[in-house]
């Protein structure tokens, strides 16, 4: 830190009490000086050599107190109140030091004060050459304003100094030596700083530099927001730093200063007001540029900008929705359902229709994937209405595999028991089947959550998956069979309760049988048509065994182990027709 003694007498001023401070000297004290609850018992020909105000002062008061002093004939100290001089007694004190000729030290925490307080006394070059005025703004030009980090003090002590420090340009002087050094070419770049984060703007894309272009950003970090307001914009108005580093600079600024920003966790909060009018400056301070800021830190405003109860928040909504797919699930699990939905319809809205956008889409339909399956740990939170108007909102869009589909449906039924068979095919229709992975597959077989058609379905996919050689049943290798209960999905939830029958089974038993003799027209039924590799599954033909027997009462299955012992009943519905038939 810069510094600048003055004077060279010894510091002589004393303290009698909180309240009282004099000069220890052989000459008697003969005016007092009154700075808020403080009294300085001073001496006049000192104040009088250098300050202008002090001099109007000190006379007016001792013609007045003359006219006493001859109606009461004796002597006594004349008193001036001095009650609205800024930086209150401290900087006084180093004004009547100065005035001593005595030794003070002023550096970036006391020089505005100082400079505000030597304005207010009058402290000029036409009262005395080499006065306070002339060596602060020396000590300001050549020295503090030089400084990286001094700048940064300054300005901030300027903010209690207001409107002095604005009246002498003091603010505005710090914001331009502050800008004018975040705008330098780095590698001009040779003072101090901070700086913490690993990561470097340059992406990889040229050898890192020695100085990163975000350099400053930490630094700024210490100011008051309405200062922090002003550096930005000022920094901005050069033109010389890109959006991205002052993107940088608010995301920095607000893990700084926002409670809870960068955890998961909600803190204690006790001035709502102060951190929701700070959440507000920061969504305005970001640059118009589309990728001026991270997806990451967009999604993380948003969800402190709501806890915070900010008012105008469509634009981040906006923000946060156009870039959905760059979103990660941790950064959204906090957002309400309905937060979520607004969301996706923004994502929609943005993309052009002429532009087939399915590497976005996909990164979406895995995030609503993995939303919808954590949220659905929470019964309360996600109603059956709302998990299938989000779902469906994704449905069309592109996934290499249906696994997160799964287990999204997997973790609803698992927390909601209490769904009727309607609902439960209601929610797996969200699901195809043919996009299971072996795991997923193996897991839904013995899934005693699912109704008894998916798992059908399930297993019926996997069969031709092993009779492809392996081949993904997602493409066009794909056998064309349609599976008769499938029917469902043009008839009401009524009839869908009741079309999984045994006519349907034995249609679909025809079909999977038809093409188990096409492909190995040389193997014996009983030694073929394993459900996974390493023979671990359930045998489709086994399956259809229980499906026949006489434990099969409403189309609804229970899995057990994997063994051939037969499924048990989990539903009350009335009894089929499939009672009496045998494989």
Same mark, same amino acid.
């Given at each position: ?347 929609? =809205? #943005? *993309? /052009?229709?002429?532009?087939?956008? +399915?590497?976005?889409?996909? !990164?979406? @339909?895995?995030? %609503? ?5 954590? =949220? #659905? *740990? /929470?019964?309360?939170?996600?109603? +059956?209405?709302?998990?299938? !108007?989000? @779902?469906?909102? %994704? ?189």
């Amino acid at each position: 830190m810069k510094f600048m003694k003055l004077g060279s007498k010894p510091d002589s001023f004393q303290s009698e009490g909180d309240n009282a401070r004099y000069v220890a000297s052989d000459l008697a004290t003969d005016v007092v000086v009154i700075i808020g609850d403080v009294k300085f018992y001073l001496h006049k020909f000192p104040l009088l050599s250098k300050s202008a105000r002090l001099q109007k002062l000190i006379t007016t008061t001792t013609s007045s107190s003359s006219n006493e002093d001859d109606q009461i004939h004796h002597h006594h100290e004349d008193e001036i109140e001095i009650a609205d001089i800024p930086g209150g007694p401290a900087s006084f004190e180093i004004c009547a030091k100065f005035c001593y000729g005595m030794t003070v030290t002023l550096n970036a925490y006391n020089v505005v004060a100082a400079r505000c307080a030597a304005e207010f006394l009058e402290m000029y070059e036409t009262v005395e050459k080499g006065n306070l005025v002339y060596k602060i703004e020396v000590f300001l030009n050549s020295s503090i304003l030089q400084s990286w980090k001094d700048s940064i003090i300054v300005l901030q002590t300027t903010r209690a100094l207001s409107p002095y420090s604005e009246e002498l340009k003091l603010t505005g002087r710090c914001l331009d030596s502050i800008a004018s050094r975040a705008s330098i070419d780095t590698s001009k770049v040779e003072w101090s700083y901070t700086y913490s984060k690993k990561k470097n703007l340059d992406n990889g894309l040229r050898k890192p530099q020695a100085v990163p272009r975000d350099w400053w950003v930490e630094d700024l970090c210490d100011l008051h927001i309405d200062l922090y307001k002003r550096a930005i914009a000022t920094i901005e108005a050069r033109g010389n730093v890109s959006a991205d580093v002052i993107g940088e600079a608010l995301h920095a600024y607000a893990i700084r200063r926002i409670p809870g920003f960068s955890k998961n966790s909600s803190v204690q909060i006790t001035d709502f007001a102060k951190y929701r009018a700070l959440a507000d400056s920061i969504i305005e301070l970001i640059p118009d540029e589309k990728r001026s800021v991270s997806s990451s830190f967009l999604t993380k405003l948003l969800r402190a900008s709501i806890f915070l109860g900010c008012d105008e928040v469509t634009g981040l909504k906006n923000r946060v929705g156009e870039r959905l797919d760059e979103a990660s699930l941790g950064d959204v699990l906090l957002y309400d359902v309905e937060l979520m939905h607004s969301l996706v319809e923004v994502f929609l =809205k #943005s *993309r /052009d229709p002429r532009e087939d956008d +399915l590497t976005a889409k996909a !990164s979406v @339909a895995k995030l %609503v994937d993995g939303y919808l399956a954590e =949220k #659905s *740990r /929470d019964s309360d939170s996600l109603p +059956l209405q709302k998990f299938l !108007s989000l @779902a469906d909102m %994704v449905s069309s869009f592109p996934r290499q595999s249906h696994d997160g589909v799964y287990r999204a449906i997997d973790m609803f039924l698992k927390e909601h028991p209490e769904m009727n068979k309607s609902e439960k095919k209601r929610i797996c229709r969200l699901m195809d089947c043919r996009k299971l992975s072996a795991e997923a597959c193996a897991h839904a077989v013995q899934n005693e959550r699912l109704p008894m058609r998916v798992v059908v379905q399930v297993l019926f996919f996997e069969q031709v998956r092993a009779n492809n050689n392996g081949s993904s049943s997602t493409g066009n290798s794909t056998p064309e069979i349609i599976i008769p209960a499938s029917r469902s999905t043009n008839t009401t939830d009524q009839e869908d309760t009741e079309c999984w029958d045994t006519e349907d089974i034995k249609a679909l038993r025809g079909e999977l049988a038809s093409l188990r003799l096409a492909k190995n027209q040389q193997e014996n039924n009983n030694n073929k048509g394993k459900l996974m590799k390493g023979g671990g599954g359930l045998g489709v033909s086994r399956v259809f065994s229980k499906l026949w027997s006489g434990k099969d009462r409403s189309g609804e299955m229970m899995s057990s182990s994997g063994t051939s012992s037969p499924g048990s009943i989990n539903d009350d519905s009335k009894s089929s027709s499939s009672t009496s038939k045998k494989h």
